[in-house]
């Protein structure tokens, strides 16, 4: 579902990624972890068409998203690829069901699609009584279920998590934790997480260990 072949970045002088082939398969929970300044955080936004390689070729559901034109990746980004930060990146002016209705929004739903799709999602994930509130009025452990609803209202082909549970306490981090896998069993759901969490990295369905640059394991 996604095959990187040879993927080469660098800043500067500084060569981040050396050449990073991986597959990922479609309903797999696999988390990337390694020490600070390995290239994880490099190699989680190439895979998401935030940032581009200098080399190589990134494929997601057949397509490959080097030849893209930036509108086209845009549209590409919007619709097939979600995404979970460590501090969840609400809106803080609008409610959680606003936050949530975006994407669906930007991908060209009405606004009535998307009030619905996302009063849905909000609902699947146990948030139908917190829907009209703003993230200053949720706990931490809301504020990432919304932003997890959020990365799922357009139905991605994958998720990209960046430390997602870093911020969190032990209960609502364990609570998130399971929430991937519930999405993964209930719906295929495809996950890549950054993390340095070895409780999360020990549940996934496989775990890539990087260090200065490369995949060692």
Same mark, same amino acid.
């Given at each position: ?14 060569? =981040? ?7 990922? *398969? ?45 509108? /086209? ?13 460590? @501090? ?5 002016? @609008?409610?959680?069901? /606003? *936050? ?45 279920? =919304? ?10 082909? =994958?998720?990209?998590?960046? /430390? ?9 981090? /364990?609570?998130?934790?399971?929430? @991937? ?37």
């Amino acid at each position: 579902m996604i095959d990187l072949v040879g993927i080469k970045k660098s800043f500067g002088t500084l060569e =981040v990624l050396k050449g990073i082939d991986l597959h990922i *398969n479609k309903g797999e929970v696999v988390s990337i972890v390694g020490p600070s300044g390995a290239g994880k955080t490099t190699l989680l936004q190439i895979i998401g068409t935030l940032d581009r390689a200098d080399a190589g070729s990134v494929r997601l559901n057949g397509v490959d998203v080097c030849r893209l034109k930036e509108k /086209e990746l845009s549209v590409f980004r919007n619709r097939q690829i979600g995404f979970v930060f460590q @501090f969840h990146q609400l809106l803080p002016e @609008f409610t959680a069901l /606003e *936050n949530v209705m975006m994407p669906a929004l930007i991908a060209g739903v009405s606004s009535v699609d998307a009030m619905k799709k996302a009063k849905d999602t909000l609902d699947f994930l146990g948030l139908s009584e917190r829907a009209s509130h703003k993230p200053s009025e949720l706990s931490g452990g809301e504020k990432q279920r =919304v932003a997890v609803a959020r990365a799922l209202i357009n139905h991605p082909s =994958v998720i990209l998590a960046d /430390e997602p549970s870093g911020s969190l306490d032990t209960q609502n981090k /364990e609570e998130l934790h399971q929430l @991937f896998f519930d999405l993964r069993d209930r719906m295929g759901q495809t996950f890549v997480i950054v993390t340095h969490d070895e409780g999360l990295a020990s549940l996934t369905d496989r775990t890539i260990h990087m260090k200065d640059g490369c995949i060692i394991d």
